[in-house]
C-alpha cells in the first residue's frame, strides 16, 4: 500500500526552483533511499514533503490525505517525522529531554525513551548532559532517537553518513534496518553510497532537481547507477 | 546602621524591578523580541485595578485576582491578532508594533483617566513594618520581593521541568526544529506573552500601591526592566533578580548621598556593567530558565 504519494511536486527557495516535476511512492513497510550528489534536491525534498517548505496541496498526498503545504507541526502530528541534516540537537536540552521533546505530539505507541537507549546504549550513560556535548556519531543517534520518539508512521531521514565514520554509519543503517523491519517506513536520503544500497529495498536517484532513475539496488547495475548519479 | 537600611532597602526595591524585568526577560528569551510597551501595560494594569478598586469595591491585592487574568488575556490577544504576523519578517517590525503599541496605551489611559496621578490603597499594609535585627523593614516591600522569588521559582520550574517548558526551550534554541517536533510555536509565543503580560501586570499593581503613577509613568518602568534584564544577563532569570538588585540598591546607595542621585547611580551602575560586561552578570549557557 503506498504510503506517502508524491506527484509533480516543484519546489523553490525564492526565485530559484530546486525540485521539478519530482514524483515518488514510499510503499508501507519498506526502506526507501533517495540518492544524489550535493545539490540534487534531496534534502529540499525531505523539507517539502515534512512541511518546512511551501508546496502545492496535491503534490503530497500522506495515507490518501493531501497534505501538501501543511505546517511541519500538524505534519508531525500527523506521522511524518523528519531527522534534519545536521542533527539540529536542541543546545539547551539534555540527551534525555532532546528524547523526550520527540514526543511532544504524544503520539501512540511502541517508542519510549527505554527502547531508544536499548537501541543506542551509549545514549543512555550521558543522559543529563548537554545534546551537544555528544560525539557528532553519538548526536545522530540521539536525531534518530529523537524522531523515533514521534511514533512515526514515516520516518525521514537526510543524510545519516555526514561528517562519521564508515563503522558508525553502518551501525546506524543497522539500526535503520532493524526500525524498518518493526514496522516504521523509513525514507532516507543519501549522498554516499557504500552503505545505503545494502540496506535500502528501493531506491531513486535524483539529479537537477528530477528522478534520473528508480529501482531495486540488486537489480540496478553500477554502471547505470552512476550514470543517474552523476549525468554522464 | 543607617547604611545597613539603605542597602537593604535596596534589595527589597530590587524584587519590584525584578518583577517588572522577568516578563521582559521571558519574552525575550523565547522570542527574541524587545516589548518596548511592557512598561505601559503595567501601568495599564495598575489602572484597571484603579477600576476594579472603583467599581467593585475590591482590595487592589484582591484586585489582582481579576487584573492578571485580563492582562494575561490581553497578551495573548496582542500576540495573535498583530505579533505573529510579523513573523519571518526580521526584529524590526515587532519591535515598532510595541513602541507605537506604548504611545496608543500612554494616550489611551490619559483620554481616560486624565494626568492626574492615581495611587492604590490597600488599607494599611503598605504602611506596616516589621524590625530584623537592625533594621526595620516595610510589610509590603518584602512582600514585594518574596512574590518576585516565587514567581521566578515557578517560573524556573516551569520551564526547567514541564513538557510546555521544554518546548518554549527548543523553540528559543531553533524554531524550526522545534516545529519538526511537532510544536506550533505561534501557540507557545501566545502561551509567552500571556504569561509576561500576567507578571507585569503583578509588577503594575504593586507599583500603583507603592508610589502614585501617571498615564506617563511606563517607559521608565520599562527602563529599569531593561537595566536590570541588562544587569543579570540577558534570558537568565535568576540573573534577572540579581539584576534587579542590584539596580534596587545602586538607586537607594546613590539617593542616600543626594535624592536626586538615586536614578542616575543605577543608569552608572547600568552602564559600567554594560562597559565591563556587556553579556551580563550571569550570562547563561542556555538561554531560557
Known amino acids: ?232 | 546602621m543607617a547604611w545597613v537600611d539603605t542597602v537593604v532597602q535596596g534589595i527589597l526595591l530590587g524584587g519590584l524591578y525584578a518583577l517588572f524585568a522577568t516578563g521582559l526577560s521571558l519574552i525575550f528569551g523565547v522570542m527574541r523580541l524587545v516589548n518596548l510597551a511592557h512598561g505601559d501595560f503595567s501601568i495599564l494594569a495598575a489602572f484597571l485595578a484603579v477600576v476594579a478598586v472603583q467599581v467593585a469595591g475590591l482590595n487592589p491585592l484582591a484586585a489582582l485576582v481579576v487584573v492578571v487574568p485580563l492582562m494575561a488575556g490581553l497578551g495573548w490577544l496582542l500576540q495573535c491578532a498583530a505579533l505573529n504576523r510579523l513573523l519571518g519578517r526580521g526584529l524590526l517590525p515587532a519591535v515598532l508594533v510595541t513602541f507605537g503599541l506604548s504611545i496608543i496605551i500612554q494616550n489611551a489611559l490619559l483620554e481616560t483617566f486624565s494626568a492626574d496621578s492615581h495611587g492604590l490603597n490597600p488599607g494599611g499594609i503598605e504602611t506596616a513594618s516589621v524590625r530584623l535585627a537592625v533594621v526595620t523593614v516595610g510589610w509590603f516591600p518584602l512582600l514585594t520581593l518574596a512574590t518576585a522569588v516565587l514567581v521566578l521559582l515557578a517560573l524556573q520550574l516551569f520551564i526547567g521541568r514541564t513538557a510546555l517548558g521544554r518546548a518554549f526551550r527548543a523553540t528559543s534554541d531553533d524554531r524550526e526544529t522545534a516545529e519538526l517536533m511537532g510544536i506550533d510555536h505561534r501557540r507557545l509565543y501566545a502561551l509567552a506573552m500571556a504569561l509576561s503580560l500576567g507578571i507585569v501586570a503583578v509588577a503594575g499593581v504593586f507599583l500603583g500601591i507603592r508610589t502614585t503613577f501617571t498615564f506617563a509613568s511606563g517607559p521608565d518602568r520599562l527602563l529599569f526592566a531593561f537595566e536590570a534584564v541588562i544587569i543579570g544577563g540577558l534570558g537568565s532569570l535568576w540573573g534577572t533578580l540579581v539584576g534587579g538588585v542590584i539596580l534596587g540598591v545602586a538607586q537607594t546607595v546613590g539617593a542616600k548621598f543626594s535624592p536626586g542621585w538615586g536614578v542616575l547611580t543605577g543608569h552608572l551602575v547600568f552602564l559600567a556593567v554594560l562597559l565591563l560586561r556587556p553579556q551580563g552578570l550571569f550570562a547563561p549557557s542556555r538561554r531560557v530558565g
Do not use: H
Open chain 1, 1 to 232: 500500500m503506498t504510503l506517502l504519494a508524491v506527484r509533480d511536486l516543484d519546489a523553490f527557495y525564492g526565485d530559484f526552483q530546486a525540485l521539478f516535476a519530482v514524483s515518488l511512492d514510499v510503499v508501507e513497510g519498506e526502506l526507501l533511499a533517495v540518492i544524489g550528489a550535493n545539490g540534487a534536491g534531496k534534502t529540499t525534498f525531505l523539507r517539502a514533503i515534512a512541511g518546512v517548505l511551501p508546496v502545492a496541496q496535491q503534490a503530497v498526498r500522506f495515507r490518501g490525505r493531501a497534505v501538501g503545504g501543511r505546517p511541519a507541526y500538524e505534519l508531525a502530528a500527523a506521522g511524518i517525522a523528519l531527522v534534519p541534516e545536521g542533527r539540529r540537537i536542541f543546545p539547551s536540552l539534555s540527551v534525555e529531554e532532546n528524547l523526550l521533546i520527540g514526543a511532544y505530539r504524544e503520539r501512540p505507541g511502541s517508542w519510549t525513551v527505554a527502547r531508544v537507549y536499548e537501541l543506542f546504549p551509549s545514549l543512555a550513560a550521558r543522559r543529563r548532559q548537554p545534546g551537544t556535548n555528544l560525539s557528532g556519531g553519538e548526536q545522530q543517534m540521539l536525531a534518530i532517537g529523537r524522531g523515533l520518539m514521534a511514533n512515526p508512521i514515516l520516518l525521514l531521514v537526510d543524510e545519516i553518513s555526514l561528517g562519521l565514520a564508515p563503522l558508525v554509519v553502518r551501525q546506524l543503517y543497522e539500526v535503520l534496518r532493524v526500525v524498518t523491519a518493526e514496522g516504521t517506513t523509513t525514507l532516507v536520503v543519501e549522498q554516499d553510497l557504500s552503505q545505503v544500497l545494502q540496506v535500502a529495498q528501493r531506491v531513486y536517484c535524483f539529479r537537477k532537481g528530477t528522478v534520473s532513475l528508480t529501482g531495486r539496488p540488486r537489480e540496478l547495475g553500477r554502471a547505470e547507477i552512476a550514470a543517474a548519479y552523476f549525468g554522464v
